[in-house]
């Protein structure tokens, strides 16, 4: 199903068609008008070119009218084969219609809201119909059952005529739009970003993403350019201070050697000054108990560091490689 986008102003257009979902515009010149568009002709060219088709609504109300200006807009530089000519169903627009097929310009037809308009639409030549569809639902029609019931139609009688959905105002109408067999929807941009954004709020996908990660990734990967690390020999105020650096909320203690000793948290920072009060900045490390640290080498997954999380109940890993230290993941660092 296409999906055609309703403006008329150019940054818009511009902005919206760079998401590659945007299969054509829609836009009248008599809006871009009421947004102080001076050079009409030169801003309908430009949305031409971003998209592979163009459907445009002429100026004016009679069949004279209707001719002249869109074979006018053709002359611009519009190329016949991506623009769609825009007119309402009634007899001055089913006339013009039949006579801009006979001089190779497509047309659709507008506010179609029952089956016979759409019959007398395709049988004009009508290379598209727009079926109005929150106009219908309002009216207490079944607009979904016009749109089964236009392409039943138009297969039956081989008409080569694709069928728009328009007046398109919530993702409901998007939703029974693509259940009935549309063709294409015409939205305006506040739909449209309600339609993108069903692809950024997607919980399952993200979960699932998420898992594929934690296991084709290794812990190597998620190792972030610092690596806090004191010695033995140093007092808890220097730990700090490389805690601080790290911005980790731990730091790594080793000895002269560089082998692990341990790790120092923020944790037990606040245990030492319930237990030393305010002279803790000043105490070794090394008269301090350590734990055999947590650790995990660097090659192996990050699902196997998920795990060891939630073992251990910790929030910082120290990671290694050959047995010697090379880096600490916090466990933030698994919300890839």
Known sequence: MKLYLETSELREAEKLVKTNLIDGIVTNPDIMGRYGTGDTDSLILKLSKLSEHLHIEPKGETFEVWVTESQRLIALG???????????VTEQGIKACKELKAKGIK?????????HQAYLAMKSGASAISIMTSELQDK?????????????????????????VASIHSMDNVRNAIKAGADAISIPNSVFFSLQNSLIDNPIAERFMKKNRLQSAIVRDIIKGSSPKVGIKSTVLEAVVEMTKGGMGAVAVVDESDELKGVFTDGDLRRQIQSLGDDVLKTNLADLAFKTPVSIDADQ????????????????????SAGKLIGMVDIQDLNL
């Open 78 to 88: 519009l190329e016949k084969e991506k623009t769609i000519i825009s007119l309402p």
């Open 107 to 115: 047309v659709k037809i507008n506010f179609i809201y029952n089956i």
């Open 140 to 164: 207490g029609y079944d607009a979904f059952s016009m749109i089964e019931e236009s392409i039943k139609m138009r297969d039956q009688y081989s008409y080569d005529c694709e069928i728009v």
């Open 301 to 320: 997954s990050l699902s196997d560091l998920s795990i060891l999380f939630k073992d251990k109940r910790i929030d910082n890993i120290l990671v290694t």
